[in-house]
């Protein structure tokens, strides 16, 4: 892969790893981070970290906090402070402001269940949002935003899309083409949080990041991330979306499992290289039980393009 060009005066470009701190890394959230350390490391990238506490309900600091000594127990280590979201507010909001000049924000006032029961119209794509919102008339949005006003509720804030789809380009998946629809930027209800995907987008750009690698259960939604990069004005990324780790039963790595989080493993009696050499092994790099090892070896063309399998009782 070429080395991404720099100037003198600007930063290099980036990678990062961008955990949401609800819970313990397990071994999947590990694997993904020391892959996104190695494709930043060996390409002359800068490695940046930053805690997505977007969801103020689901997310803690502290929670944050022992995923950062995890990652760093791993070896894995970051270019200058930890971002977090919850210092970026006024940024999504200017971000907000800017598509708002453009006509491309509206309020919401559906519940969930409106949806739900909305979206059953055949014209609908299952999963998107039906519309119900888009052009209602003032008199209707008036009638609606108080009646939300009563219960305390906040609307949501919707992006106006002009397209049902949009295209990425995966460094492993090739060039995908995946759905986009009226994305919440801004929830509603009692705890107006802002949106992930807003959020990502608009951090990437602050971080000067051109390389998003993150869990393959994110590929449906950077068509939608790249799409709001595109409205705003923001440079392209370069997505590596990587198969994710299942257990067993074939299904995503869970708590069900058993001890999958660094923590428990080590409670269970493993060692730190133990632990990076099941890792760099999955990545076709058995004896490699380090991430200064795997960083030698690592290549992105080469990373496998299924998901692994992983049992714990029996590795
Ligand atoms: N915070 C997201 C997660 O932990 C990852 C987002 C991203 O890498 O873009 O699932």
């Known amino acids: ?16 790893y961008a955990p949401s701190p609800s819970g313990d890394l397990h071994l999947g959230n590990l694997r993904t981070a020391a892959i996104a350390w190695a494709a930043a490391r060996t390409t002359g990238r800068r490695f940046l ?38 210092d970026r507010f006024g940024a999504y909001g200017s971000a907000l402001e800017s598509l708002r000049a453009a ?24 999963g998107h949002y039906p519309g119900t919102c888009r052009s209602i ?26 397209t049902e789809t949009w295209r990425v380009h995966d460094a492993l998946a090739g060039d995908y083409t995946g759905e986009v629809d009226d994305m919440v930027l801004r929830r509603g209800g009692q705890q107006p949080d802002w949106a992930y995907n807003l959020a990502v987008v608009v951090d990437d750009a602050w971080q000067g990041v051109d390389q998003v690698v993150r869990g393959d259960d994110l590929l449906a939604s950077a068509p939608r991330q790249a799409y709001l990069a595109h409205l705003l004005g923001l440079p392209e990324v370069e ?4 198969p994710l780790v299942l257990g067993p039963d074939g299904k995503r790595l869970a ?38 090892g795997l960083a030698e070896v690592f290549d992105l063309g080469e990373l496998p393009r299924e998901p692994w399998t992983w049992t714990p009782d029996e590795s």
């Open 137 to 162: 008339s003032d008199a209707a949005r008036i009638t609606r935003r108080a009646e939300l006003a009563a219960e305390g509720r906040t609307p949501a804030l919707r992006l106006r899309t002009d």
């Open 49 to 86: 970290m930053r805690v997505e506490d977007v969801d103020t309900q689901r997310s803690s600091l502290e929670s944050a906090e022992r995923q950062l000594e995890d990652l760093a127990a791993l070896g894995l280590d970051w270019d200058g402070e930890v971002a977090y979201q919850h």
């Open 239 to 242: 997505y590596v979306h990587v």
């Open 255 to 292: 708590k069900r499992d058993g001890a999958v989080t660094l923590r428990e493993m080590r409670a269970a009696g493993r060692t730190v290289p133990e632990i990076v050499g099941l890792i760099c092994a999955s990545l076709g790099h058995p004896g490699v039980d380090s991430l200064a």
């Open 103 to 126: 006509g491309r924000v509206y309020e919401c006032y559906c519940s969930r269940r409106e949806i739900r029961e909305a979206s059953r119209a055949p014209h609908v794509v299952p």
């Open 1 to 16: 892969m070429a080395e991404p060009s720099t100037s003198a005066d600007a930063p290099a470009p980036a990678g990062r």
